[in-house]
């Protein structure tokens, strides 16, 4: 997941943001500081798994607070989230920070109203189908794959797909791929 990221600060930097890592966010969290000319922003770099290409969060107070997701006494709450699918590295999406945490909010309620109750501290997965449809899709066609010198996400991807497709019998639309980057 560590490549992942890097292709999403990558394709921000692409972008014109410079970001630097937020001091008011610790561990594993990759929460920047994001500047682009006059404007700066909090933004959080997820990335997705497994085969809906769910993204998760860990919830606090029955769905009221999330780690990362939401402010608390030491770190603002992002203002983006910023999300590559792992599925299909050639993707990396935008979404309002607010827009997300009323999502997953929204999602919680409705699940423990439907008797489902979410573990505490555990993550809270929701496929990226069904996170909010106003979103900005960067492209990341510069960026080269690690192992493949001189080769794009893009290509590998598309060959991938259409290899699988071909050998199972399929349309290309219905084959979805996961890449693990950690080698």
Known sequence: MAELKKIAVTTLENEGWTLKKSPDHHGLAMVYLATRNDEQKLMAIRTTKNVDDGISFV???????????????????????????????TKVYVFNGAEVRKKYETEYDRRVSDGKQPQAGRGFWIPLRNFPTNRVELSVDTINVPAQSGKKIADVVKKAREMVAEAAGVEIEHVNLSVDWSG
Do not use: C, M
């Open 59 to 89: 919830p606090y107070e029955n769905g009221k607070r999330w780690k990362t997701l939401t402010e608390n006494d030491h770190q603002a709450a992002p203002d983006e989230i910023v999300v590559i699918s792992a599925n299909d590295p």
